[in-house]
């Protein structure tokens, strides 16, 4: 055994020991009875089916599970393993489970073994249960209803996961790992909380007396891979056309809002968009959960701050965008914009920060412009409604709407352009959108992607940049 990862005994201890009389029960095996073979016409018990016997298997080994850890807890120089390498402690693990399990005599075949210990050096260095679910790329988000009940997602669609927690303290425990790891607390008074996990994730959580049935957490999880703008026309997000147009509109620095509803892809899109902005500006980014992935050289990253415990420490993402006004940027980038930082927002796109991106939660362009609207009403700023549309009209060139569909597929659904005023109403005109025709026998979207026939609004200023797009590109598709 690694006897430098495990806690050493005391000499006291020793002493008690080996002082100790042996007094474990020798129990005796019961003599083999013919009982059975003299009464054949006994009907026999109905034998468990084989998901019973899987279902038992699993209760078995959750128990016994519950027990290693605890014991491994006791066990485990907890310091040491700080320094330790993931071979040494799997390895530490292993061995100090097998001491455990001869001890107790319980026996598992080499499957039963391995799983247990995986799970269990989950449980010491990971998030237990959830690590599976964490480590499958096919997985987009971990949607956890007490501790028998998780959801996760998977090309768009819910699904029930066969994996479960113990009970809610092992859920608990799971969640204080995590929240403890950034310096955050959740409790009764305090029974909601926001955080990012190690590799990016996003987490929420909120706990009883406000969760009812148990925890309730989610986890969005973080994409490793950058997906470019060719990967989402490959996967039929929008067309080449589509992606012509866009990469026009963020080279000439139009000011470009990717609207859409929870989970349509607003911050893949905006992603996407990001890596037609030329390596040499500077850029700014502003998040709740930093999950931009920029590609360029000069990025300087913001992440807002809630309060703490009592109340003290918050920096909002308005205080964020403020400092980054003295910060010269040429672009501001804001992950998500939901609140009184829309007035700062706005400023910044009308005060020379041309090509400046954010998002917000809205179901068409349209609607996108009244959150806007509405965001500056309940910042409490009091101007006349025609003002709040001039200051939005000017700032705001481009509107991207993203949104997932029925059958889970998630498409650019319309570029909408803004193009001024019109009495008192923001006058806009649509270049592309997704036309739905019907449903396949297996209730997938029949569609296509097409450009409505009206010229650019921006095209001379395409042009004067040098990106002159052909007249076709604006030509509907027929089918």
Request: proline content about 4%; charged content about 30%.
């Amino acid at each position: 055994m690694f006897s430098r990862y495990k806690k050493q005994p005391d000499a006291q201890q020793v002493q008690a020991t080996a002082s100790a009389p042996d007094t474990a029960p020798v129990v005796e095996k019961p003599a083999p009875s013919n009982a059975v073979a003299r009464r054949p016409a006994q009907k026999k018990a109905a034998e468990p089916t084989g998901t019973d016997r899987e279902r038992k298997r699993k209760e078995r080994l959750g128990e016994i599970k519950i027990e290693l850890h605890r014991e491994l807890l006791e066990n485990l120089n907890l310091a040491a393993l700080e320094n330790a390498g993931e071979s040494d402690l799997r390895a530490e693990i292993s061995a100090i489970s097998s001491e455990i399990l001869e001890t107790r005599n319980i026996v598992l075949n080499r499957e039963d073994r391995t799983q247990l210990n995986k799970e269990l050096y989950d449980e010491v260095t990971g998030l237990g249960p959830l690590e599976a679910l964490l480590r499958d790329d096919s997985v987009n988000d971990i949607l956890v209803n007490g501790p028998q009940q998780i959801f996760v997602e998977r090309d768009g669609k819910l699904e029930v996961s066969d994996i479960t927690f113990k009970d809610e303290k092992h859920l608990m425990r799971i969640i204080d790992k995590i929240v403890s790891a950034v310096g955050r607390r959740v409790d009764e008074s305090n029974p909601y909380v926001d955080a990012r996990l190690a590799d990016g994730s996003r987490f929420n959580a909120m706990v009883p007396p406000i969760a009812v049935d148990g925890s309730l957490v989610s986890i969005r999880k973080f994409k490793k891979d950058k997906l470019a703008i060719d990967d989402l026309v490959n996967f039929g997000a929008f067309t080449e056309e589509m992606a012509a147009y866009l990469q026009a509109a963020v080279s000439t620095r139009l000011n470009i809002i990717v609207s859409g509803g929870t989970g349509s892809g607003k911050t893949t899109t905006l992603n996407a968009l990001s890596s037609f902005i030329d390596d040499a500006e500077r850029i700014l980014t502003i998040e709740d959960t930093a999950e931009l992935q920029l590609q360029q050289t000069h990025v300087g990253r913001m992440e807002s701050r809630p309060p703490n415990v009592e109340g003290k420490g918050e920096v909002s993402p308005r205080d964020c965008l403020k400092n980054a006004l003295r910060m010269r940027p040429d672009r501001i980038i804001v992950g998500e914009t939901r609140g009184a930082e829309v007035i700062d927002m706005l400023q910044a796109m009308n005060t020379g920060h041309d090509g400046s991106m954010t998002t917000i939660h809205a179901n068409s362009a349209r609607d996108g412009i009244s959150r806007l609207e509405n965001m500056i009403a309940m910042a409490g700023i009091e101007m006349p409604i025609k003002a709040v549309r001039s200051q939005v009209s000017s700032a705001v060139n481009l509107i991207v709407q993203a949104s997932r569909l029925q059958d889970g597929s998630r498409r650019m659904t319309s570029i909408t352009e803004i193009t001024g005023m019109e009495g008192d109403v923001i006058s806009m005109q649509e270049i592309f959108r997704f036309q739905r025709v019907g449903l396949t026998p297996d209730n997938k979207i029949i569609g296509h992607f097409t450009a409505t026939g009206v010229r650019s609004h921006y095209s001379e200023r395409f042009r004067l940049w040098g990106f002159d797009l052909p007249t076709a590109i604006y030509e509907p598709t027929t089918m």
